[in-house]
């Protein structure tokens, strides 16, 4: 009897009938969807929690404010949002898909061929031979029957069992380059120790001129959001001690070095400029006081320790 090669055609044809690009490229877009839901995620995190709109349409990083006290006064820190809650980035770093794929196929066919055959003897018929005292009786009966049975029988048996394993790796993602940046620089606009009204920033308090050495002090007005005022006006005051008699002390303003008496006012246009002092002899000690009045008439204040100068 010949081989039955059905089975194993049957097998190569239900392997080859196998949609090999469904079980590979389903976990895979399925990743890939998962790794644009993450990044819309992150996105939407920073714009509902990190930045706001105001009614112009400007969008604006969103900060959060601390008050505290320091010298015995109340002070804010302001900071943006951003730079102190963590950001979920979450990237999808690995992906392994493991397939097997059992398949049995069999085929049986049976032939059976049966036949059988019968003589029986018996008496039908009769005869009696003999003669006198001596005879024979003769009786024979026959029978023949013949039988013939014939079966075939045919099987075949099919079946297939897929197994898939699908392994998904996610970590928190590296900041982007462009986001770092950003932060660095919100980070950097971390405004301390701003008073609750708003403040007169200086950055000296204490100056020694002399008349062969100017003093140079950046002055700016910040508000209480620590955002610096526009078209500020500050008032110039010079106190000098008791009993002072030295009183040589010279401001002058901005870069145009316009000269500043005590009690005049000084504007501040962008908010930020600076004021140079200059001994035209022996000084006294004193102190400056830059006083700025804000719409809400809150008098801020800042002040300069001068250094007694003796001319030589």
Partial sequence: MAVDSTPATTVKNMLNGIDYSA???????????????????????????????????????LNVTFMYQKDGSMVKLIVPILTIVPIPMIVIDNIDIAFKASLNASSSECNETSSSESLEAGGEGSAKVGWGPFSLEVKAKANY????????????????????????????????AGLATILNILSSSVAPNVSSNG????????????????????????????????????ELKIDYASGATNQNLKAFFGHLQEEKKSGETIELSDGIDTLTFKADGPVDPAIVTLTYTDP?????????????????
Avoid: C
Wanted: zero cysteines; proline letters at 3%.
């Fill in 23 to 61: 079980l590979i490229g389903g976990p895979l877009q399925a990743a890939i969807s998962a790794q644009a839901m993450a990044a819309k995620s992150s996105w939407e995190f920073i714009q509902q929690v990190g930045l706001t709109t105001n009614q112009q349409g400007e969008t604006s990083a």
């Fill in 199 to 234: 403040m007169v920033e200086v950055d000296k308090n204490a100056i020694a001129p002399t008349k062969d050495a100017a003093e140079v002090v950046s002055i700016d007005v910040k508000n209480g959001e620590g955002l610096i005022v526009p078209d500020a006006k500050v």
């Fill in 296 to 312: 809400k008439s809150n008098v801020i204040t800042s002040k300069i320790k001068v250094a007694a100068y003796t001319a030589a």
């Fill in 145 to 176: 029957s013949s039988k013939k049975d014939s079966k075939a029988t045919k099987d075949s048996r099919y079946s297939v069992e897929y197994t898939q394993d699908v392994s998904v790796h996610a970590t928190q993602a590296d900041m982007p």
